[in-house]
Protein backbone atom coordinates (compact mmCIF):
# COMPACT_ATOMS: atom_id res chain seq x y z
CA UNK A 1 0.00 0.00 0.00
CA UNK A 2 3.06 2.10 0.14
CA UNK A 3 3.16 4.93 -2.86
CA UNK A 4 6.21 3.35 -3.58
CA UNK A 5 7.62 -0.08 -2.45
CA UNK A 6 11.13 -0.22 -3.48
CA UNK A 7 11.80 2.92 -1.34
CA UNK A 8 10.43 1.44 1.31
CA UNK A 9 12.28 -1.40 1.00
CA UNK A 10 14.93 0.01 0.72
CA UNK A 11 14.33 2.18 4.18
CA UNK A 12 13.83 -0.78 5.91
CA UNK A 13 17.24 -2.31 4.50
CA UNK A 14 19.22 0.72 6.26
CA UNK A 15 16.79 0.52 9.31
CA UNK A 16 18.10 -3.21 10.03
CA UNK A 17 21.14 -2.77 8.66
CA UNK A 18 21.58 0.27 11.47
CA UNK A 19 19.97 -2.26 13.97
CA UNK A 20 22.30 -5.04 13.59
CA UNK A 21 25.67 -2.67 13.73
CA UNK A 22 25.71 -2.95 17.16
CA UNK A 23 28.53 -2.54 19.14
CA UNK A 24 28.15 -5.32 21.36
CA UNK A 25 25.54 -8.41 22.34
CA UNK A 26 23.64 -10.66 20.01
CA UNK A 27 21.14 -8.69 18.17
CA UNK A 28 17.86 -9.97 16.24
CA UNK A 29 15.69 -8.02 14.44
CA UNK A 30 11.94 -9.45 14.09
CA UNK A 31 9.93 -7.42 11.27
CA UNK A 32 6.09 -7.64 11.52
CA UNK A 33 4.87 -6.97 7.53
CA UNK A 34 2.01 -8.59 5.13
CA UNK A 35 4.60 -9.38 2.50
CA UNK A 36 8.04 -9.69 2.51
CA UNK A 37 10.40 -8.17 0.78
CA UNK A 38 12.87 -10.08 -1.52
CA UNK A 39 16.12 -8.62 -1.54
CA UNK A 40 19.50 -9.61 1.00
CA UNK A 41 17.10 -8.94 4.52
CA UNK A 42 16.02 -12.70 3.06
CA UNK A 43 19.13 -14.37 3.72
CA UNK A 44 20.43 -13.23 7.13
CA UNK A 45 19.81 -15.23 9.70
CA UNK A 46 19.76 -12.76 12.48
CA UNK A 47 16.56 -11.14 10.52
CA UNK A 48 13.00 -12.80 10.92
CA UNK A 49 9.63 -11.91 9.17
CA UNK A 50 7.02 -12.23 11.19
CA UNK A 51 3.59 -12.25 8.28
CA UNK A 52 0.02 -11.16 9.52
CA UNK A 53 -3.19 -11.84 8.04
CA UNK A 54 -5.22 -8.85 8.71
CA UNK A 55 -6.91 -6.65 6.15
CA UNK A 56 -4.60 -3.60 4.84
CA UNK A 57 -5.40 -0.57 7.03
CA UNK A 58 -6.96 2.56 4.75
CA UNK A 59 -4.21 5.62 4.12
CA UNK A 60 -5.60 7.42 7.65
CA UNK A 61 -3.37 7.95 10.59
CA UNK A 62 -5.70 5.96 12.95
CA UNK A 63 -5.85 3.02 10.51
CA UNK A 64 -1.95 2.72 10.17
CA UNK A 65 -1.70 3.38 13.71
CA UNK A 66 -3.89 0.00 14.37
CA UNK A 67 -1.73 -1.87 11.72
CA UNK A 68 1.51 -0.92 13.49
CA UNK A 69 0.27 -2.12 16.82
CA UNK A 70 -0.97 -5.29 15.53
CA UNK A 71 2.44 -5.68 14.05
CA UNK A 72 4.57 -4.53 17.15
CA UNK A 73 2.46 -7.20 19.09
CA UNK A 74 2.89 -10.45 16.98
CA UNK A 75 6.74 -9.31 16.50
CA UNK A 76 7.11 -8.88 20.25
CA UNK A 77 5.54 -12.41 20.87
CA UNK A 78 7.64 -14.18 18.56
CA UNK A 79 10.54 -12.39 20.32
CA UNK A 80 9.67 -13.56 23.85
CA UNK A 81 9.04 -16.89 22.37
CA UNK A 82 12.08 -16.94 21.15
CA UNK A 83 14.14 -16.24 24.29
CA UNK A 84 14.79 -12.68 23.91
CA UNK A 85 15.59 -11.52 27.45
CA UNK A 86 15.31 -7.68 26.03
CA UNK A 87 13.07 -6.11 23.61
CA UNK A 88 13.32 -2.67 21.66
CA UNK A 89 10.54 -1.33 19.57
CA UNK A 90 11.41 0.61 16.48
CA UNK A 91 9.74 2.33 13.28
CA UNK A 92 10.90 0.54 10.15
CA UNK A 93 12.25 3.72 8.78
CA UNK A 94 14.48 5.21 11.00
CA UNK A 95 18.09 4.19 11.77
CA UNK A 96 19.39 3.26 15.35
CA UNK A 97 22.46 4.44 17.46
CA UNK A 98 24.92 1.42 17.48
CA UNK A 99 25.27 2.69 21.54
CA UNK A 100 22.42 1.04 21.94
CA UNK A 101 23.55 -3.27 22.45
CA UNK A 102 26.21 -2.72 24.69
CA UNK A 103 23.46 -0.29 27.05
CA UNK A 104 22.97 -1.69 30.43
CA UNK A 105 19.17 -2.11 31.68
CA UNK A 106 19.15 0.82 34.27
CA UNK A 107 19.23 -0.04 38.20
CA UNK A 108 15.58 0.89 38.90
CA UNK A 109 12.48 0.23 36.47
CA UNK A 110 11.82 -1.43 33.34
CA UNK A 111 14.11 0.22 30.74
CA UNK A 112 14.95 2.90 28.55
CA UNK A 113 12.61 5.67 26.61
CA UNK A 114 14.21 8.10 24.29
CA UNK A 115 13.96 11.32 25.55
CA UNK A 116 15.84 13.02 22.40
CA UNK A 117 16.37 12.03 18.66
CA UNK A 118 17.62 13.51 15.84
CA UNK A 119 15.80 13.97 12.18
CA UNK A 120 17.57 13.71 8.64
CA UNK A 121 17.49 12.68 5.29
CA UNK A 122 19.13 10.73 2.88
CA UNK A 123 21.87 12.64 0.91
CA UNK A 124 21.75 15.70 3.29
CA UNK A 125 24.47 17.21 5.59
CA UNK A 126 22.41 18.53 8.19
CA UNK A 127 20.66 17.12 11.36
CA UNK A 128 18.33 18.63 13.69
CA UNK A 129 18.47 17.42 17.00
CA UNK A 130 14.65 16.84 19.09
CA UNK A 131 14.28 17.03 22.60
CA UNK A 132 10.98 15.05 23.28
CA UNK A 133 9.13 17.05 25.72
CA UNK A 134 8.61 15.22 29.06
CA UNK A 135 6.33 12.68 29.44
CA UNK A 136 6.26 11.85 25.61
CA UNK A 137 8.87 9.72 24.43
CA UNK A 138 10.46 9.47 21.04
CA UNK A 139 9.31 6.00 18.89
CA UNK A 140 11.72 4.05 20.11
CA UNK A 141 12.02 2.20 23.74
CA UNK A 142 14.18 -0.70 24.98
CA UNK A 143 12.94 -2.89 27.96
CA UNK A 144 12.73 -6.32 29.64
CA UNK A 145 10.55 -8.97 27.92
CA UNK A 146 9.36 -9.93 30.95
CA UNK A 147 7.87 -5.88 31.72
CA UNK A 148 5.50 -6.59 28.58
CA UNK A 149 1.98 -7.33 29.27
CA UNK A 150 -0.96 -8.33 26.27
CA UNK A 151 -4.69 -7.75 26.44
CA UNK A 152 -7.30 -9.15 24.32
CA UNK A 153 -10.88 -7.90 23.41
CA UNK A 154 -12.67 -6.65 24.90
CA UNK A 155 -10.01 -4.35 26.28
CA UNK A 156 -9.27 -3.22 29.58
CA UNK A 157 -7.28 -2.02 31.81
CA UNK A 158 -4.69 1.35 32.41
CA UNK A 159 -3.83 1.50 28.87
CA UNK A 160 -7.00 2.05 27.76
CA UNK A 161 -7.86 4.71 30.48
CA UNK A 162 -4.98 6.76 29.30
CA UNK A 163 -5.87 6.49 25.44
CA UNK A 164 -9.87 7.53 26.22
CA UNK A 165 -8.32 10.38 28.29
CA UNK A 166 -6.46 11.57 25.22
CA UNK A 167 -9.85 11.25 23.45
CA UNK A 168 -8.90 8.12 20.61
CA UNK A 169 -12.06 6.41 20.89
CA UNK A 170 -11.87 5.66 17.18
CA UNK A 171 -8.59 3.93 17.45
CA UNK A 172 -9.77 1.90 20.35
CA UNK A 173 -13.10 0.95 17.85
CA UNK A 174 -10.80 0.22 15.15
CA UNK A 175 -8.21 -1.92 17.02
CA UNK A 176 -10.76 -4.11 18.86
CA UNK A 177 -12.65 -5.07 15.72
CA UNK A 178 -9.38 -7.21 14.66
CA UNK A 179 -10.58 -9.24 17.49
CA UNK A 180 -6.28 -10.17 18.42
CA UNK A 181 -4.31 -9.98 21.36
CA UNK A 182 -2.09 -6.52 21.38
CA UNK A 183 0.95 -5.25 23.27
CA UNK A 184 -0.29 -3.12 25.46
CA UNK A 185 2.69 -0.61 25.30
CA UNK A 186 2.72 -0.76 21.82
CA UNK A 187 -1.09 -0.19 22.07
CA UNK A 188 -0.88 2.60 24.21
CA UNK A 189 1.59 4.70 22.06
CA UNK A 190 5.07 5.94 22.54
CA UNK A 191 3.44 9.34 23.61
CA UNK A 192 2.20 7.71 27.17
CA UNK A 193 5.00 4.88 27.13
CA UNK A 194 6.33 6.44 30.08
CA UNK A 195 2.99 7.34 31.86
CA UNK A 196 2.00 3.78 31.18
CA UNK A 197 4.64 2.18 32.59
CA UNK A 198 4.99 4.53 35.30
CA UNK A 199 1.07 4.07 36.56
CA UNK A 200 1.67 0.14 36.56
CA UNK A 201 4.87 0.39 38.38
CA UNK A 202 7.21 -0.55 35.87
CA UNK A 203 9.18 2.91 35.05
CA UNK A 204 11.11 3.28 31.92
CA UNK A 205 14.26 5.80 32.28
CA UNK A 206 15.90 8.49 29.95
CA UNK A 207 18.47 7.08 27.18
CA UNK A 208 21.46 9.37 27.65
CA UNK A 209 21.58 9.78 24.27
CA UNK A 210 18.84 9.77 20.82
CA UNK A 211 18.46 7.05 20.29
CA UNK A 212 17.64 7.35 16.72
CA UNK A 213 18.72 9.04 13.22
CA UNK A 214 14.44 9.83 12.78
CA UNK A 215 14.45 9.89 8.44
CA UNK A 216 12.20 12.46 7.31
CA UNK A 217 10.98 11.51 3.44
CA UNK A 218 6.95 12.02 2.01
CA UNK A 219 5.80 8.68 2.31
CA UNK A 220 6.08 8.83 5.97
CA UNK A 221 3.12 7.43 8.32
CA UNK A 222 2.87 10.62 10.04
CA UNK A 223 1.73 12.08 6.56
CA UNK A 224 -1.21 10.46 6.60
CA UNK A 225 -4.58 12.27 6.73
CA UNK A 226 -7.20 12.19 9.62
CA UNK A 227 -8.00 13.59 12.70
CA UNK A 228 -4.54 12.69 14.33
CA UNK A 229 -2.27 12.82 11.20
CA UNK A 230 0.40 16.05 11.02
CA UNK A 231 -1.57 19.01 10.34
CA UNK A 232 -1.28 20.93 6.93
CA UNK A 233 0.19 24.34 7.49
CA UNK A 234 0.63 27.62 5.15
CA UNK A 235 3.63 28.35 4.46
CA UNK A 236 4.43 31.39 6.49
CA UNK A 237 3.72 28.91 9.06
CA UNK A 238 5.81 26.10 8.03
CA UNK A 239 8.64 29.18 7.63
CA UNK A 240 8.32 30.49 11.22
CA UNK A 241 8.34 27.02 12.30
CA UNK A 242 11.70 26.45 10.33
CA UNK A 243 13.29 29.48 11.83
CA UNK A 244 12.30 28.64 15.19
CA UNK A 245 14.24 25.54 14.90
CA UNK A 246 17.16 26.85 13.16
CA UNK A 247 19.54 26.79 16.49
CA UNK A 248 19.00 23.01 17.01
CA UNK A 249 20.51 22.44 13.53
CA UNK A 250 24.13 20.20 13.82
CA UNK A 251 26.22 19.01 11.43
CA UNK A 252 25.99 15.16 10.16
CA UNK A 253 29.35 14.58 11.10
CA UNK A 254 31.38 11.24 10.05
CA UNK A 255 30.88 10.50 13.64
CA UNK A 256 27.29 10.47 13.82
CA UNK A 257 27.24 9.02 10.47
CA UNK A 258 29.03 5.93 12.18
CA UNK A 259 27.07 6.09 15.07
CA UNK A 260 23.83 5.44 13.17
CA UNK A 261 25.16 3.64 9.93
CA UNK A 262 24.15 6.06 7.51
CA UNK A 263 25.30 4.56 4.16
CA UNK A 264 28.03 6.91 2.06
CA UNK A 265 26.11 9.40 -0.39
CA UNK A 266 27.67 7.25 -3.03
CA UNK A 267 25.14 3.88 -2.02
CA UNK A 268 22.17 6.54 -1.42
CA UNK A 269 20.28 5.84 -4.82
CA UNK A 270 19.69 9.59 -6.68
CA UNK A 271 15.93 9.53 -6.35
CA UNK A 272 16.07 9.09 -2.91
CA UNK A 273 18.22 11.67 -2.33
CA UNK A 274 16.94 15.28 -0.51
CA UNK A 275 13.54 14.14 -0.90
CA UNK A 276 12.41 15.65 2.33
CA UNK A 277 13.68 18.44 4.92
CA UNK A 278 14.84 17.92 8.20
CA UNK A 279 12.33 21.10 9.01
CA UNK A 280 9.24 19.31 7.72
CA UNK A 281 8.22 17.97 11.53
Known sequence: MSKDWAYHVWLLERTVASMLAQTADEVQ?????????????????????????????????????????????????????????????????????NRIGSLPMPSAGAGWYSSSQRLFTYGGSLSRLMQVPHPRSGPFVLLRSDALQFDAPPFSGEWVAIVEGGGEHDYLRLLARHRQAVCTLAAVGHAHYVTFMSRIGQPLQPLPFPAN?????????STAGGVNGYPVMSALGR????LRWVPTLRVATPAIRREFHVPPGGQIPAPYRGVASVFWR
Request: glycine share 4%; aromatic share 4%; charged share 25%.
Open 29 to 97: VVVGCHDVPSGPLQSQPQVHFERVSIELPARTFDDMSVDKVLKHSVAARWAIANGADRIAFNDADDLVS
Open 213 to 221: LVINHPDSM
Open 239 to 242: LKRS
